[in-house]
């Protein structure tokens, strides 16, 4: 493994710590799950999961410094241990871990420009969360403009059986995936949760997802639009 700065600058260094901090507390959630498990004795005083930049973790009692060096993790993870079921418990950290981790990216991050944080999250968010590799979720893949046809080339327009009709490639397969891959998809309009027997229609623009009634877009209007762009992209006045 590259040596990690002891004071991350640039996107790569900052990216680099971050994953090596995750690499450890995903070891204590996992392989090391019994260790961690026995070190959150409940009647130690508060304690909290540390990930360090060389890949190990700790169990400590939080740094002393005000302010601290860097963000906390959660604090007293140790107190809830007997009184929760050991899955549930495990998952709480593991979000509570992932919270930590963004902090600190972020805070080491804080003199990136705009593009820099960006291209920061963006690698962030191609590694599965602790949460995640936790509790054994397969992260919810979106599709790329050339899988989805999603942009202008040929927009996937979902109907009330569930299939996406404008896309010659993906309307054998899509039907088996579209539940699994749209199962955490809200309405950009109503907030509502994805439904394979409701009609809806995907924004070209800034790609969220609408039910058709809540847009006013029928099957049969939606056949004829070569870009759809939401009432929210039109308002901005998106290209």
């Not at 604090?75 to 998952?91: E, H, K, P, Q, V």
Request: hydrophobic share 30%.
């Amino acid at each position: 493994m590259a040596s990690i700065p002891s004071n991350p600058r640039t996107v790569e260094e900052i990216f680099k710590d971050y994953s090596a901090r995750r690499a450890g507390i995903v070891r204590a959630l996992t392989d090391d799950v019994d260790e961690f498990y026995g070190l959150c004795d409940p009647e130690k005083e508060n304690l909290c999961l540390y990930g360090h930049s060389n890949e190990t973790w700790e169990v400590n009692l939080p740094a002393e410094e005000v302010p601290p060096e860097l963000p906390e993790p959660a604090l007293g993870i140790n107190f809830a241990r007997d009184g929760m079921n050991r899955r549930d418990w495990l998952s709480l950290i593991a979000v509570h871990s992932d919270c930590w981790l963004l902090s600190v990216a972020f805070y080491l991050g804080a003199r990136l420009n705009r593009n820099e944080r960006k291209r920061l999250f963006s690698l962030v968010n191609d590694l599965p969360t602790v949460f995640e590799v936790v509790t054994e979720r397969k992260p919810v893949r979106e599709k790329t403009n050339a899988e989805s046809g999603n942009k202008s080339r040929g927009s996937t327009k979902r109907y009330s059986d569930g299939q996406a009709k404008s896309n010659p490639k993906l309307a054998d397969e899509s039907y088996e995936e579209d539940e699994d891959e749209h199962s955490e998809t809200l309405c950009g309009s109503c907030g509502g949760n994805y439904s394979a027997d409701e009609f809806w229609i995907g924004c070209d623009i800034c790609e969220r997802w609408y039910h058709g009634k809540c847009v006013k877009i029928t099957p049969a209007k939606a056949e004829n639009i070569k870009q759809y762009k939401c009432p929210s992209c039109i308002k901005r006045g998106r290209q």
